[in-house]
C-alpha cells in the first residue's frame, strides 16, 4: 500500500466519522473506470474508482480518490 493510499484511505475514514450516525440512511457512490474489470461477467474491481458519501437527500458529504480498487467489504471493516 503507498502512502497516498493509506494518506486516502484515512480521509475517507475521516468523512465517515464525521458524518455517521447510527440509524441514518447513506449512499455510497463508487465510480469506476469505463474499463474496470468489475464490469465483465465474474469480474473483480482493478481500478482506483472515486467514492463518493451522500446522505438520504442525495447531498454530496464527502469524496475520495486514490483507494485504490474496490472490496465490497472495506466500508465494513472501516466501520467496526
Ligand atoms: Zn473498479
Redesign the pocket.
Known amino acids: 500500500m503507498t502512502q497516498s493510499n493509506r494518506q486516502a484511505r484515512r480521509a475517507w475514514a475521516a468523512v465517515w466519522r464525521k458524518h455517521l450516525k447510527r440509524g441514518t440512511l447513506y449512499h455510497v457512490e463508487?465510480h469506476?473506470?469505463p474499463e474496470?474489470?468489475?464490469y465483465m461477467l465474474n469480474g473483480c474491481?482493478?481500478?482506483?474508482?472515486y467514492r463518493v458519501l451522500k446522505d438520504a437527500k442525495g447531498c454530496v458529504l464527502g469524496s475520495v480518490e486514490g483507494l485504490g480498487?474496490?472490496d465490497p467489504l472495506e466500508m465494513a471493516e472501516d466501520l467496526l
Open positions: 463508487v469506476h473506470d474496470c474489470a468489475i474491481c482493478n481500478c482506483d474508482p480498487a474496490w
